[in-house]
């Protein structure tokens, strides 16, 4: 498994495109279509998906389907709590 079909290396290089709004808010990301234009497995990137739905990043837009969330200042204060528990 290299790099860039890590779940986890996956959802940080969403998350990161989502905090500098590189992918806006109520971006749609068609798991199938965005895995072959990646050249990954879609069970890899819905993983990684799964990782920032947990994280409060996107949310579920129908079957196969994410949509970017809106954030506020609150769930940047979220998002910020939830990586520093992860790291202690």
């Known amino acids: 498994m290299g790099l ?5 290396t996956l959802a940080a290089r969403y998350r990161d495109a989502i905090l ?3 992918l806006s808010p ?7 279509q965005e895995s072959r234009d990646l050249g ?3 069970a ?3 993983q ?3 990782i920032l739905v947990t994280m409060g ?3 579920s837009a129908g079957p196969g389907r994410v949509r970017v969330k809106s954030l506020n200042t609150q769930s940047l204060q ?3 709590f939830t990586l520093t528990r992860r790291r202690l």
């Not at 860039?4 to 986890?8: A, E, L, R, T």
């Not at 109520?26 to 199938?32: A, F, H, L, P, Y």
Request: proline letters at 7%; glycine letters at 6%.
């Open 20 to 22: 500098t709004r590189r």
């Open 26 to 32: 109520g971006t749609s990301i068609d798991i199938v």
């Open 78 to 80: 979220d998002l910020d």
């Open 57 to 59: 990043l996107v949310e």
């Open 4 to 8: 860039i079909d890590n779940p986890g």
């Open 48 to 50: 990684a998906m799964q």
């Open 40 to 42: 990954i497995k879609p």
């Open 44 to 46: 890899q990137l819905k």
